[in-house]
């Protein structure tokens, strides 16, 4: 890979920015060289929160990030945002460089390993869109799901506050309360990805987070758009 290929990561917020730096860490480890760009307009992921939903507002601010990112020399663009799946749909038609989402991996993988999924939300406007992409990955598969709703109300806003441990243990309760209901467990954010074992650990089910699959789907992509040609020698 040629050590100009670049991968740019759109944010919604300051989390994986200024708190918690596992993207840049998992891109730094699957893909050393390339330069990793930020595109952050850290008030689209409230935003969408407060409106329930991606508003036209909130898509074209998305949009204008992935075009911006576009616009840098991007070979790829990584969206670290569950929320602002949708707005994501609409950038895949109007930029041409691939946009991958940080839960692409995760859903397909999901839908392998079971077919009564749980997905565990600590922000409301994740579980449409987390639930939108297992399905259509189950379409894809050929495979018949049902999907269960588990909503931890709040504790995002408790671990924007500050407050960790608090947020861990709404999490955990949450988790265990849908373990009862399916054979697997997503984790709609990214931000619960570091619970992943503990949660796995108390209930007894495979749980599935999005950071690490997602990053390495990114470099897989990325691999794909600056792989070197092959030249066959002439007869």
């Known amino acids: 890979m ?9 944010h919604t917020s300051l989390l994986f920015v200024n708190g918690d730096p596992v993207i840049n860490d998992y891109l730094a480890e699957l893909a050393p060289d390339a330069k990793v760009l ?8 409230a935003t969408v929160v407060r409106d329930g ?3 036209p507002a909130s898509t074209q ?3 204008h990030l992935a075009q911006a990112a576009a ?9 670290a945002c569950s929320s602002v799946g949708p707005a994501i749909d609409v950038a895949r038609r109007l930029v041409s460089v691939p946009i991958v989402k940080i839960d692409d991996a995760m859903t397909a993988s999901a839908v392998e390993a079971a077919d009564a999924i749980g997905i565990l939300a600590t922000v409301p406007t994740t579980l449409p869109p987390t639930r939108a992409l297992l399905e259509e990955k189950a379409r ?5 799901i049902t999907v269960r709703e588990r909503l931890c109300e709040h504790a995002f806003s408790v671990l924007m506050s500050g407050d960790r441990d608090r947020h861990d243990a709404m999490a955990l309760d949450g988790a265990r309360a849908l373990a009862t209901e399916v054979d697997a467990i997503v984790l709609a954010q990214a931000s619960m990805a ?27 992509v990325l691999h794909e758009q600056t792989a070197e040609p092959v030249v066959l020698p002439s007869l």
Do not use: M, N, Q, Y
Not at 140 to 144: I, L, Q, Y
Not at 195 to 214: D, H, M, Q, T
């Open 2 to 10: 040629s050590t100009t290929a670049s991968i740019a990561v759109l």
């Open 71 to 79: 616009s840098a020399g991007a070979d790829v663009i990584f969206s």
């Open 38 to 45: 930020h595109f952050v307009d850290s008030d689209v992921l």
């Open 53 to 55: 939903g991606i508003s």
């Open 140 to 144: 894809a598969a050929g495979r018949g």
């Open 61 to 63: 601010r998305v949009v």
């Open 194 to 220: 570091r619970l992943a074992p503990v949660i796995a650990e108390a209930v007894g089910k495979p749980v599935l987070c999005s950071p690490r699959s997602g990053a390495e789907d990114a470099v897989r």
